[in-house]
Each structure stands twice: as structure tokens, then as C-alpha cells.
């Protein structure tokens, strides 16, 4: 192929490749192949006009743009593999030349990855995170358990109280106007939730069923709302229903009712040993965001935006997906949220610079210490994959195709890279407050 580099400046490279004579031809055949039934000439049936008669009529450069995108892709991936390049943008094309029996010559400008000069990673000081669990905490999940479980029953002896579930019809109006979206009726309402603005709930308690009443509330500066921000409202209020929940009493049958446990002990010692081990992985996970963060802090690197940009158009387009898994658009989000594309992408820089720095820092140091990835890891790990989505081992191991499993075994030395970071670093105790 001959590809050559004609200039590198920091991440910024140059580099031509020539294509024979041979390869041109596959493409100018393609290109001919695709236009040919388009093309009319006084004599000939459309389909059946001579390439050669074309290329007489239009020119030999007609069908250049079609054969060069049908044969770059797979001659520009040839020339990155050739020259060892790793590419993070889209490459810039120019034609340097391209005839019919000659071939033809290309000039790409591209983007690569940054070097990166290591510093301390190994024996790097981290505080423990605490992972032990209260009984408080124990508690906590356990009224948790016991509001789920309880059930609802009527008020009809006394006024509404915080607590309660209101059961409400309502309008709201600015000056006197009603405004979009501040009418419902029979809405369900627990005072004290804070589902509505500042002051609305506390408002409707006191109040009995069947009563007619206002209350006014002011929209908060920064509601999603515009038109209603900083707005003074009067809603009119009608109390429907009111009901309460009634807990069930913590003992050995409600932990037999809920559990597998026969007895509430046993019920809480399972409590405590599912907190402490998510308070271990929780430690675990912010001790290691510590060390990563002092690694990366040790390293040198000059790190070219259109990483950071890719990172956050793969961080915009997973969001996009969750947002329409929930059966929402980006528009309906951002409206909501008073904010646009610009604005997310701007609550994304943070994360996209930290993200791709430290997986800059975590490729160098797997290939500083020499870390391997053995086939039968890979093997386990594809397997492990194919597990988490009902797929049997036979079928993920056929499905990977070779370019998935570099993919994954790139993951997998990164990953490995953590964990020598992770294992080499010195816990210390938490400095006294």
C-alpha cells in the first residue's frame, strides 16, 4: 500500500497512501454499476450504454466520487493498521491524484491519541470510606419495607393533616387568568411529599371533606415553567376524600409476610448484612474514584477536543436513548428542564474530560506494566456477557464478532489497570474532624 506519514504535530498527523490501478478499477466499476440505469443516450436502452461511451460523454472524472467512496473505507482502515495510527476523529480527505491505469493517490489529515507521561500510580494514599451500618440505617430501610406494606384507609372524623392523602380538584390562575396545565380533578395528593410547589400541601390541611377554599402560592424563580416563574398563583381548592395510611405492626408476622424470615430478628440481620455489603461496594467505588483521580492528577497529557467531544456525543446519544425508553423527546425534556442541546452538553464537559483522561491514563499504565488479557479470560467474559442477557455460552462466544472482542478486551485491560492501581494503594484512616 505504501502509506507514509508526511507530518505529525503533537496529535495532529498527515499521511498519504496510493491505491493501484487494479483497486480503482473495482471502484469506477461499482460506480458504473450504479448509475447505469440512470443514465440515458440516444441509441442505447438505459442500462446498456457502454462505461467507456459515458466517460466519452461525461468525462472520466463522472464516476470518480462514487468508486473513491466505495473503495476508501477499507483502503484508508489498510493505511491506520499499516502505520500503527489511533485514530480519534473523522479523516480529511484530499485527492492528491486519480486516472483510470494509474491509480490513485490520497492525502489524509487525522486526529490520533495523546502520549501520555506517567507519574505515581502505584502506592498512592486513600482515606477508607466507612462501610459499617447503624441501626439507624437498619431502621430506616425497615420503615421503608413497612410503608410499602401499608394499606389505606378513610378519614371522615377530623381535617386533613400532613400525612394524609387528599384526594383534590384544583385550577390555578396568574392575575386572575388560568394557566396551562393547573387544572385536575380528582388528583391524589400526600401533604407533606412536596410533589407540589413550596406551601401548597401545608395549605390544604385543616381543611374537611367537601370543602371549597383558595390557597396562594408563589412559582419558584427557576420554575420549569417560564411564564410561571417568580409568579404569584391562587388555586382553587375542593377536597374531595381524605385517607390515611395505616402501618403494619413490626413483628415476627410482618417479617413472615414480607420475607422469607420467620422472625423479625432474622428479617433485620438480613437487612444488615444486603447494607453492608452495598456500603462495601459503595466504599470501594469512591476510594477508588480518589485514587483515579490522584493517578490522573500525576500524569502529563495534552489531550485534543475532538476526544472530549466525542465522549459527550456518546453521553448525549445514551441519554437520548434512556429519555425515549421513557416514552419522552429531548424537546419535552428540555422544555421541562429549561434548558437545550447546549446547555446538557455543557453539564457533560466535567464528565466527558474526567471519563477520557482517566481511560487515557489506564490504557498507558496497562501497557507500561505489560498486562495481558488470556484467551480463556476473554472467553469468560464473553460468556459472562452473553449470561447477563439469557444468551448461552455457544451463541455468545459465536455472536462476538472479532473486532467486539478487542473491544472487550481493551475494557478488560483498563479494568485490569484499575485494579493494580486499587490493590498497590495504602488505606489510611480517616483524618479527626
Not at 367 to 385: F, G, H, M, P, Q
Amino acid at each position: 500500500m505504501n502509506a507514509v506519514v508526511l507530518n505529525k504535530e503533537k496529535t495532529d498527523v498527515k499521511f498519504s497512501f496510493e491505491v493501484s490501478a487494479e483497486v480503482l478499477e473495482q471502484g469506477m466499476a461499482f460506480a458504473y454499476n450504479k448509475h447505469k440505469n440512470q443514465i440515458s443516450i440516444p441509441g442505447f436502452r438505459k442500462g446498456k450504454v457502454p462505461r467507456k461511451l459515458i466517460e466519452a460523454q461525461y468525462g472520466e472524472g463522472f464516476f470518480y466520487e462514487d468508486a473513491i467512496n466505495h473503495i476508501f473505507p477499507d483502503e484508508y482502515m489498510a493505511a491506520v493498521k499499516e502505520l500503527g495510527l489511533d485514530v480519534v476523529s473523522a479523516p480529511t480527505l484530499d485527492v492528491d491524484y486519480i486516472e483510470s491505469g494509474k491509480g490513485a493517490k490520497f492525502v489524509i489529515d487525522v486526529v490520533i491519541k495523546p502520549e501520555v507521561t506517567l507519574g505515581q500510580y502505584k502506592g498512592l494514599e486513600v482515606e477508607k470510606v466507612s462501610a459499617e451500618v447503624t441501626e439507624d440505617e437498619v431502621l430506616a430501610e425497615l420503615k421503608n419495607v413497612q410503608n410499602k406494606n401499608a394499606r389505606t384507609v378513610e378519614v371522615t372524623d377530623r381535617a386533613a393533616e400532613m400525612g394524609d392523602i387528599a384526594k383534590i380538584s384544583y385550577e390555578g390562575s396568574v392575575d386572575g387568568v388560568p394557566f396551562d396545565g393547573g387544572k385536575a380533578d380528582n388528583h391524589e395528593l400526600e401533604l407533606g411529599s412536596h410533589q407540589f410547589i413550596a406551601g401548597f400541601e401545608e395549605q390544604v390541611a385543616g381543611h374537611s371533606v367537601g370543602e371549597k377554599f383558595d390557597i396562594n402560592v408563589t412559582f419558584p424563580e427557576q420554575y420549569h415553567a417560564p411564564e410561571l416563574a417568580g409568579k404569584a398563583a391562587v388555586f382553587a381548592i375542593e377536597l374531595k376524600a381524605l385517607s390515611k395510611k395505616e402501618l403494619p405492626e413490626l413483628n415476627d408476622a410482618f417479617a413472615e409476610d414480607v420475607s422469607e424470615f420467620s422472625t423479625l430478628d432474622e428479617y433485620k440481620a438480613n437487612i444488615l448484612e444486603k447494607l453492608a455489603a452495598e456500603k462495601t461496594e459503595r466504599a470501594k467505588q469512591l476510594q477508588g474514584d480518589k485514587l483515579l483521580d490522584a493517578a490522573v492528577a500525576n500524569c502529563t497529557m495534552e489531550v485534543p477536543q475532538v476526544m472530549y467531544d466525542n465522549k459527550i456525543n456518546s453521553m448525549m446519544r445514551e441519554f437520548e436513548e434512556n429519555i425515549t425508553r421513557q416514552g419522552l423527546t429531548m424537546d419535552i425534556y428540555y422544555q421541562y428542564m429549561g434548558t437545550d442541546e447546549a446547555g446538557m452538553r455543557e453539564n457533560f464537559k466535567d464528565t466527558s474530560k474526567k471519563s477520557v483522561d482517566a481511560r487515557l491514563m489506564l490504557e498507558a499504565i496497562a501497557k507500561a506494566e505489560n498486562l495481558v488479557i488470556s484467551e480463556e479470560e476473554l472467553k469468560a467474559e464473553i460468556c459472562r456477557y452473553g449470561e447477563s442477557y439469557g444468551i448461552d455460552e455457544k451463541m455468545a462466544l459465536e455472536i462476538f464478532r472479532d473486532e467486539d472482542k478487542e473491544m472487550l478486551k481493551e475494557d478488560m485491560l483498563v479494568h485490569a489497570a484499575m485494579k493494580l492501581i486499587e490493590d498497590t494503594a495504602v488505606l489510611t484512616e480517616p483524618k479527626a474532624e
